[in-house]
């Protein structure tokens, strides 16, 4: 997504209202972002520089932890901005130059009655875009990108250097256009977006005066002002006008504060950029996995094959030996009649015409024996090789099948100890979604391995146990922290979530509402011969919306 200079203001306008005066607890990075945390505040201040997703936005601590303890990355410039903003107060926001960047004032007390300013420049632009720390006088202290001396940069940003700005572009306001309308627009309008000023020139002639005197009185982003700007996408750029433009899209912001609805744009958009790196990098070692079962299996399929044929080997060898004075010397083929069988067969046989008859079938001799002793084998890792390739493959698509972010952080993996055969003991990852809620955790398999396991290793007897009813699902563990009482009521949130969780994971996905069945786990017992199949008893059900979990999710971010 794009914006343009009069969201940076409104983002501006939203900052000195919002946090003005906060003080900084913490800053947190990851590779193209920084979180800033306030003491006694909600919400924190989220920067992203990702070419994609670049931009401000507001976000709830829940979300800020959730990004900084799966993503954070020690930055160059990290102990740097810490040192320098951590313990100050956000003290001003202001836009430059009616420009895409943005400077932050913070003021840090360092002793008695004495205090430091320092600012933050946050240049708002695409692949360019840049987080600058400076002193007071506007030097710079340390940068994300450092530009060097290349003849490559219009500007400089270089430690001990005065801060310089993109000149200002030439041209007329909104405010400068309302106070005198003009019967032809400017050739440049400053501060707004290429794309917004498109679509006033293209519109300019098709309304009177009055009409774009009242418009543009109303482009003035304020507290007070906030009922008559509409939020739209033309394209993939984000802006706001009085009126929904034509071919532009209208955003439903849940918040009429810019930085607030702009978190749909800036950061779960780069959350799932991150959340799906973070599932290729867990699906990378399983693929490699199944494809060196794959070889495995293709290998011992062909030494299977080979030894099913031991056998006619091992007549070819007799038939040769019993015809041996019947053979011409430095034959290449031969055909030789089968008397073990009714009626007699003709069998043809290849021969090396260098070798003897004698020495011919001592090589079929050989071939049968050396495979005829492998079969046996061949025919057991065959079949645990094609079971562990089976379970793989049910694992790689069920995490496949994660697409939201919060699901695949959930995603954790407990190690099982899988025994091929004596030689090949291995421990194999189990995947497994792990929630922490609120005085509880839950446990959720997404194969029958891993269903296995959290139901008769990971559980305890007093857990709870859920399942969708009567249709085949994940296996679903509710465990409490806490120590306020024993029991789950039907009404608890956590035992609702934890249901939802099991219906998601089950045949009923795409029903509206569905039966979960829930018990403690010691009432659980397998079925023998199976892998995940259960019975079980003292049970209650409950009703669920297979996507509640989502919903509550998002009430916490």
């Known amino acids: 997504m794009a914006f343009g200079p009069e969201?940076?203001?409104?983002?501006?306008?939203?900052?000195?209202?919002?946090?003005?005066?906060?003080?900084?607890?913490?800053?947190?990075?990851?590779?193209?972002?920084?979180?800033?945390?306030?003491?006694?505040?909600?919400?924190?201040?989220?920067?992203?520089?990702?070419?994609?997703?670049?931009?401000?936005?507001?976000?709830?601590?829940?979300?800020?932890?959730?990004?900084?303890?799966?993503?954070?990355?020690?930055?160059?410039?990290?102990?740097?901005?810490?040192?320098?903003?951590?313990?100050?107060?956000?003290?001003?926001?202001?836009?430059?130059?009616?420009?895409?960047?943005?400077?932050?004032?913070?003021?840090?007390?360092?002793?008695?009655?004495?205090?430091?300013?320092?600012?933050?420049?946050?240049?708002?632009?695409?692949?360019?875009?840049?987080?600058?720390?400076?002193?007071?006088?506007?030097?710079?202290?340390?940068?994300?990108?450092?530009?060097?001396?290349?003849?490559?940069?219009?500007?400089?940003?270089?430690?001990?250097?005065?801060?310089?700005?993109?000149?200002?572009?030439?041209?007329?306001?909104?405010?400068?256009?309302?106070?005198?309308?003009?019967?032809?627009?400017?050739?440049?309008?400053?501060?707004?977006?290429?794309?917004?000023?498109?679509?006033?020139?293209?519109?300019?002639?098709?309304?009177?005066?009055?009409?774009?005197?009242?418009?543009?009185?109303?482009?003035?982003?304020?507290?007070?002002?906030?009922?008559?700007?509409?939020?739209?996408?033309?394209?993939?750029?984000?802006?706001?006008?009085?009126?929904?433009?034509?071919?532009?899209?209208?955003?439903?912001?849940?918040?009429?504060?810019?930085?607030?609805?702009?978190?749909?744009?800036?950061?779960?958009?780069?959350?799932?950029?991150?959340?799906?790196?973070?599932?290729?990098?867990?699906?990378?070692?399983?693929?490699?996995?199944?494809?060196?079962?794959?070889?495995?299996?293709?290998?011992?399929?062909?030494?299977?094959?080979?030894?099913?044929?031991?056998?006619?080997?091992?007549?070819?060898?007799?038939?040769?030996?019993?015809?041996?004075?019947?053979?011409?010397s430095n034959s290449e083929e031969v055909i030789l009649e089968d008397w073990t069988v009714e009626p007699p067969q003709k069998i043809t046989i290849k021969l090396n015409p260098q070798k003897s008859v004698v020495e011919n079938a001592q090589i079929y001799f050989k071939k049968a024996k050396k495979y005829k002793d492998k079969n046996g084998e061949a025919q057991r890792l065959l079949k645990a090789y094609k079971g562990r390739y089976e379970e793989l493959q049910e694992t790689v698509e069920g995490i496949r099948s994660i697409d939201d972010p919060t699901q695949i952080l959930a995603l954790s993996k407990e190690l099982v100890s899988h025994n091929l055969d004596k030689k090949n003991k291995r421990s194999k990852g189990l995947p497994i979604i792990r929630y922490d809620l609120e005085g509880a955790i839950i446990f959720a398999g997404i194969n029958q391995k891993s269903n296995h396991y959290i139901t008769f290793r990971l559980a305890k007897n007093d857990d709870i146990w859920l399942h969708v009813k009567d249709k085949p699902g994940a296996h679903v563990i509710l465990r409490r922290t806490d120590s306020k009482g024993k029991d789950f009521s039907p009404e608890d949130p956590r035992l609702i979530f934890a249901a939802s969780i099991a219906a998601y994971y089950s045949k009923g996905r795409s029903e509206s509402r569905i039966a979960v069945d829930y018990t403690k786990k010691k009432h659980v017992a397998p079925q023998k011969g199976t892998v995940a199949q259960v019975t079980y008893n003292n049970y209650k059900s409950i009703m669920v919306s297979p996507t509640y979990w989502k919903k509550h999710l998002e009430e916490q971010l």
Not at 69 to 86: A, D, G, M, N, Y
Not at 159 to 179: C, D, K
Not at 191 to 203: A, C, P, Q, S
């Open 7 to 328: 969201m940076v203001a409104a983002w501006s306008s939203d900052i000195s209202e919002e946090f003005k005066n906060k003080r900084i607890a913490r800053l947190d990075f990851g590779e193209k972002w920084m979180v800033v945390q306030f003491t006694n505040h909600s919400k924190a201040l989220f920067f992203s520089l990702d070419p994609e997703y670049y931009g401000i936005a507001s976000i709830g601590k829940a979300s800020a932890k959730l990004l900084v303890s799966h993503f954070s990355r020690p930055l160059r410039v990290e102990q740097t901005f810490k040192k320098h903003i951590t313990g100050a107060k956000l003290v001003a926001c202001t836009q430059i130059n009616n420009d895409r960047i943005l400077e932050i004032a913070f003021e840090k007390t360092l002793g008695a009655g004495f205090s430091q300013r320092y600012y933050v420049v946050f240049e708002i632009m695409a692949h360019k875009s840049n987080l600058i720390l400076m002193t007071e006088e506007k030097k710079i202290i340390d940068a994300i990108k450092l530009k060097s001396f290349d003849g490559r940069s219009s500007s400089l940003v270089l430690q001990g250097t005065v801060y310089s700005p993109p000149a200002p572009i030439e041209g007329a306001t909104l405010a400068e256009i309302r106070r005198n309308l003009p019967s032809e627009l400017p050739q440049r309008l400053v501060g707004v977006g290429k794309h917004l000023e498109k679509k006033i020139k293209e519109l300019w002639n098709q309304y009177t005066p009055e009409t774009w005197r009242e418009w543009l009185s109303k482009m003035i982003y304020s507290p007070e002002n906030m009922e008559h700007i509409s939020f739209q996408k033309i394209g993939n750029y984000i802006t706001f006008f009085p009126i929904i433009l034509p071919g532009a899209d209208p955003i439903m912001a849940q918040s009429q504060k810019a930085i607030e609805f702009t978190k749909a744009f800036v950061f779960y958009p780069l959350l799932q950029k991150e959340s799906t790196a973070l599932k290729n990098t867990i699906l990378e070692p399983l693929l490699a996995e199944m494809h060196l079962y794959k070889a495995r299996i293709e290998g011992l399929a062909n030494l299977v094959t080979m030894a099913q044929k031991s056998e006619q080997w091992m007549k070819m060898g007799n038939l040769l030996i019993a015809w041996q004075h019947n053979i011409p």
